[in-house]
């Protein structure tokens, strides 16, 4: 049987999900190989939906629902799992992001989403053409509970590089930058995150191209996510996710080591 994690006090709606169809099956009285002949899935996919290595589908929420007499109670969860509120083309990333046990980001314009502000990532969400409000605030509630893959018991190890004009493009004014980096510099206290500053010295490089973030599994990287307009996609091509690794390192190489972007990013919230 697969043992499953414990994602600490903010539970995603992947654990959500597991600890429910847990005690809906315990109380029915199966164990993973009764539902899973039940269900006309195999033990072995139930353990796993049950341990968080695997996601759940469809098909398999609503035939649990049926065998547990649930009213929808699984499916329901499981829409939650989809992060069926965020953009489509964004989805497939946000699953990829939740099995991380790595992330490597750069960032050549804007503070990455995962250190985002409800008051920056508000501003920036604005901006879209066309957005209503509703959207901007379901948008903003899928960014928040993104972030809670800082707070769990076993968080990914982030590394973080951006490039310094990030620091001083002012978004929503200056109150709300300074929160935001302030927030950054909170962040940056983590011990499973490193955040780092390509100062303007650097001049050309690779990575004013674009950004992008690279999901490892146990050191290996296995999806990445790139910007573009516009849209962005999520990318699974062995090749393509090793060039970027390679750009990746590139960048990192003209970054100012852990101390020294601290003191950079401090030195712009204290003077502007």
């Not at 697969?2 to 539970?11: E, V, W």
């Not at 993973?32 to 139930?46: M, N, P, T």
């Not at 493009?169 to 929160?179: D, H, L, P």
């Not at 690779?206 to 573009?228: K, M, Q, S």
């Amino acid at each position: 049987m697969t043992a499953p994690r414990d994602t600490g006090p903010i539970k995603a709606p992947r654990a959500i999900f597991a600890a429910e169809l847990r005690r809906h099956r315990n109380t029915a009285g199966l164990t993973q190989k009764a539902l899973g002949a039940r269900i006309s899935f195999s033990d072995s996919q139930v353990a796993m939906v049950e341990a968080m290595r695997r996601a759940p589908t469809e098909a398999f929420a609503r035939e649990c629902d049926r065998v547990l007499g649930l009213d929808g109670t699984l499916m329901n969860l499981y829409m939650a799992t989809t992060w069926n509120t965020a953009p489509a083309y964004f989805r497939p990333w946000l699953e990829e992001e939740a099995d991380a046990t790595g992330l490597k980001s750069w960032e050549p314009v804007l503070i990455p989403g995962l250190l985002q502000t409800e008051a920056y990532a508000r501003e920036m969400f604005a901006t879209s053409p066309g957005i209503t409000r509703e959207e901007i605030d379901q948008r903003l509630a899928g960014r928040m509970r993104r972030q809670t893959i800082l707070n769990r018991d076993d968080p990914p190890l982030i590394s973080i590089v951006l490039d310094e004009a990030v620091l001083h493009r002012s978004i929503g004014g200056e109150e709300v930058m300074r929160a935001q980096l302030q927030s950054v510099l909170e962040v940056a206290e983590h011990p499973h995150v490193t955040i780092q500053v390509v100062p303007y010295e650097a001049e050309a490089h690779c990575g004013l191209i674009g950004g992008f973030i690279i999901a490892e599994r146990n050191g290996t990287a296995y999806a990445a996510y790139a910007d573009a307009q516009p849209v962005g996609r999520t990318l699974e091509d062995r090749q393509v996710i090793g060039q970027l690794s390679t750009r990746y390192d590139a960048i990192r190489a003209e970054a100012l080591p852990f101390r020294q972007s601290v003191k950079l990013i401090r030195k712009v919230v204290d003077h502007g």
